[in-house]
């Protein structure tokens, strides 16, 4: 069961960037501020004030408190509007939004958050009754639904879940309560973002439901109750929380589609230069480290699209310094022919014998698997024998051609390289990047190009990036890449899928 209650989860996390005036963002004149403390147990402690920046905490100040308790802080450049947690040893920490010019608050380290007055602050006495009514009501709820898990009576079940939709009723009106009688303050924008868009069902004509409607119009309301145009919300964790749920669960998985609502995500946000940086480098960085195969695709088009320069145009990630942003495009430029989807670069290189040149775009099988490797490799020597016999028993009867293509480039390497292939029988297409014609080729590369094969056949490491090995690859029937650093098992469900796929299609056309 999903839970009923809307919640602000607030967590840990720090990110360093800095603030840009946009809609609703302070000015350096307005981000003077005095927060004043009295906190009883802590008389003559070190007192830290932290700032939220996404869903994390970043130390911003430190002050120590006098005799009776009182910490006051009031530093010349100011805080930035935004959700703190004030930090006493422990260490324990209360929260509070800061975007008045005066803040007066008490509390005893003996009960930090329950113990919380507000002296001055009409905000934060909003958002402190507000939190604890959400605290109420979630444990009511909770209960609630204990027992409605616990009973195996139909009629009270349907009590006890109308009790909790009354819950989740009574919490939506106090959210919209409070919307209403605080408009323009900080405390309303964050209560306002923290509400869900209604999901319409939306109905085909026979009255059943379209559940692509229902959910494409719940994608397209996601950020209807979020200012993307106010800066300030970057400091709650409220913001990042939708974020991150919305780029990895609201859209698919599916590179193409990410690509597309990220970029009209980031246009939305195109108008503040501290939203910008959030979004670009959020989604690049997950992407760029995911391990789900095909999300590279989406690193290669934020890089492309907004860090890397084009067309003349410097890219607009300001941020980075120039090394580092050579070092992303450079990567992103190697990536970028062997996403999924891509057409593979032909691979044109002899066989052991170096007298017989294999076209890799002209073996017949309506599948290949490329497999580079080096001979002098000891994780290729373990897999490339496994993978041979899972190739004769699964693979080859699904019409599918390995195609082995082997660094030989001295004359220890191509020795050791025909040695191996020998030893493991291994009968499938053996191509490399042999010792004498790479030996000639470094001399007079026109002895081979373009009459016996091409430049990035002979440059196939750069071609593919092929940095470390083995390194797998299976293209289909066009020669498009399918599949990177599969399991034979893997290939084999991914075959059966692509072969469905494809008969659904020429089904659909007849």
Same mark, same amino acid.
């Given at each position: 069961?999903?839970?009923?209650?809307?919640?602000?989860?607030?967590?840990?996390?720090?990110?360093?960037?800095?603030?840009?005036?946009?809609?609703?963002?302070?000015?350096?004149?307005?981000?003077?501020?005095?927060?004043?403390?009295?906190?009883?147990?802590?008389?003559?402690?070190?007192?830290?004030?932290?700032?939220?920046?996404?869903?994390?905490?970043?130390?911003?100040?430190?002050?120590?408190?006098?005799?009776?308790?009182?910490?006051?802080?009031?530093?010349?450049?100011?805080?930035?509007?935004?959700?703190?947690?004030?930090?006493?040893?422990?260490? %324990?920490?209360?929260?509070?939004?800061?975007?008045?010019?005066?803040?007066?608050?008490?509390?005893?380290?003996?009960?930090?958050?329950?113990?919380?007055?507000?002296?001055?602050?009409?905000?934060? $006495?909003?958002?402190?009754?507000?939190?604890?009514?959400?605290?109420?009501?979630?444990?009511?709820?909770?209960?609630?639904?204990?027992?409605?898990?616990?009973?195996?009576?139909?009629?009270?079940?349907? $009590?006890?879940?109308?009790?909790?939709?009354?819950?989740?009723?009574?919490?939506?009106?106090?959210?919209? /309560?409070?919307?209403?009688?605080?408009?323009?303050?900080?405390?309303?924008?964050?209560?306002?973002?923290?509400?869900?868009?209604?999901?319409?069902?939306?109905?085909?004509?026979?009255?059943?439901?379209?559940?692509?409607?229902?959910?494409?119009?719940?994608?397209?309301?996601?950020?209807?109750?979020?200012?993307?145009?106010?800066?300030?919300?970057?400091?709650?964790?409220?913001?990042?929380?939708?974020?991150?749920?919305?780029?990895?669960?609201?859209?698919?998985?599916?590179?193409?589609?990410?690509?597309?609502?990220?970029?009209?995500?980031?246009?939305?946000?195109?108008?503040?230069?501290?939203?910008? %940086?959030?979004?670009?480098?959020?989604?690049?960085?997950?992407?760029?480290?995911?391990?789900?195969?095909?999300?590279?695709?989406?690193?290669?088009?934020?890089?492309?699209?907004?860090?890397?320069?084009?067309?003349?145009?410097?890219?607009?990630?300001?941020?980075?310094?120039?090394?580092?942003? /050579?070092?992303?495009?450079?990567?992103?430029?190697?990536?970028?022919?062997?996403?999924?989807?891509?057409?593979?670069?032909?691979?044109?290189?002899?066989?052991?014998?170096?007298?017989?040149?294999?076209?890799?775009?002209?073996?017949?099988?309506?599948?290949?698997?490329?497999?580079?490797?080096?001979?002098?490799?000891?994780?290729?020597?373990?897999?490339?024998? /496994?993978?041979?016999?899972?190739?004769?028993? %699964?693979?080859?009867?699904?019409?599918?051609?390995?195609?082995?293509?082997?660094?030989?480039?001295?004359?220890?390497?191509?020795?050791?390289?025909?040695?191996?292939?020998?030893?493991?029988?291994?009968?499938?297409?053996?191509?490399?990047?042999?010792?004498?014609?790479? $030996?000639?080729?470094?001399? @007079?590369?026109?002895?081979?190009?373009?009459?016996?094969?091409?430049?990035?056949?002979? @440059?196939?490491?750069?071609?593919?990036?092929?940095?470390?090995?083995?390194?797998?690859?299976?293209?289909?029937?066009?020669?498009?890449?399918?599949?990177?650093?599969?399991?034979?098992?893997?290939?084999?469900?991914?075959?059966?899928?692509?072969?469905?796929?494809?008969?659904?299609?020429? /089904? %659909?056309?007849?």
């Amino acid at each position: 069961m999903r839970h009923l209650l809307p919640l602000l989860v607030f967590a840990f996390a720090s990110t360093a960037c800095s603030a840009q005036k946009g809609s609703g963002e302070a000015t350096s004149t307005t981000d003077r501020r005095r927060l004043e403390f009295v906190i009883k147990g802590g008389e003559k402690d070190s007192i830290f004030l932290a700032n939220y920046y996404g869903n994390k905490l970043y130390y911003s100040d430190t002050a120590v408190s006098d005799a009776k308790g009182r910490v006051v802080f009031d530093r010349a450049k100011g805080y930035k509007a935004g959700v703190y947690a004030v930090v006493v040893p422990g260490p %324990k920490y209360f929260e509070i939004l800061v975007n008045e010019p005066s803040i007066v608050m008490e509390t005893d380290t003996a009960n930090l958050s329950e113990g919380l007055i507000v002296k001055k602050s009409h905000e934060n $006495q909003v958002f402190l009754s507000y939190v604890r009514f959400i605290n109420k009501q979630r444990k009511e709820a909770e209960g609630v639904n204990k027992e409605r898990e616990a009973t195996v009576d139909t009629v009270k079940k349907s $009590q006890l879940r109308e009790r909790l939709v009354a819950y989740e009723k009574s919490i939506k009106d106090y959210q919209l /309560d409070l919307i209403a009688k605080n408009p323009g303050t900080y405390v309303a924008t964050i209560v306002r973002m923290s509400i869900s868009p209604d999901q319409e069902a939306i109905r085909l004509p026979d009255g059943t439901l379209d559940s692509s409607a229902t959910y494409y119009s719940y994608r397209t309301h996601f950020w209807d109750n979020t200012d993307l145009a106010d800066e300030r919300i970057l400091r709650t964790p409220v913001f990042q929380n939708k974020f991150d749920e919305y780029i990895s669960k609201v859209v698919p998985q599916i590179p193409d589609t990410i690509n597309k609502c990220a970029d009209d995500l980031i246009r939305r946000m195109d108008h503040g230069e501290e939203l910008f %940086k959030f979004a670009v480098h959020t989604i690049t960085y997950k992407y760029e480290t995911s391990d789900i195969m095909g999300m590279d695709a989406v690193f290669v088009h934020m890089a492309q699209t907004y860090y890397c320069p084009n067309a003349g145009k410097p890219g607009r990630a300001t941020w980075l310094s120039s090394d580092k942003l /050579d070092k992303l495009c450079e990567r992103a430029r190697k990536q970028a022919p062997i996403i999924i989807g891509a057409q593979a670069k032909n691979i044109i290189l002899p066989d052991t014998t170096e007298q017989n040149w294999i076209n890799m775009y002209k073996l017949p099988q309506e599948y290949v698997l490329v497999v580079f490797w080096d001979p002098h490799c000891g994780h290729c020597k373990k897999t490339l024998p /496994d993978l041979y016999t899972q190739y004769k028993e %699964k693979l080859r009867p699904l019409n599918v051609e390995v195609c082995a293509v082997s660094k030989a480039t001295d004359s220890t390497l191509f020795a050791d390289w025909k040695a191996f292939i020998r030893e493991n029988k291994m009968d499938w297409v053996n191509i490399g990047l042999t010792w004498n014609v790479y $030996q000639e080729a470094k001399q @007079n590369p026109n002895k081979y190009i373009p009459k016996l094969t091409t430049i990035e056949s002979l @440059n196939y490491a750069d071609a593919w990036d092929v940095y470390s090995t083995p390194k797998i690859f299976l293209l289909d029937a066009e020669r498009k890449i399918v599949g990177k650093q599969l399991t034979p098992d893997q290939m084999v469900d991914l075959i059966a899928n692509l072969k469905k796929r494809k008969q659904r299609e020429l /089904d %659909k056309g007849k």
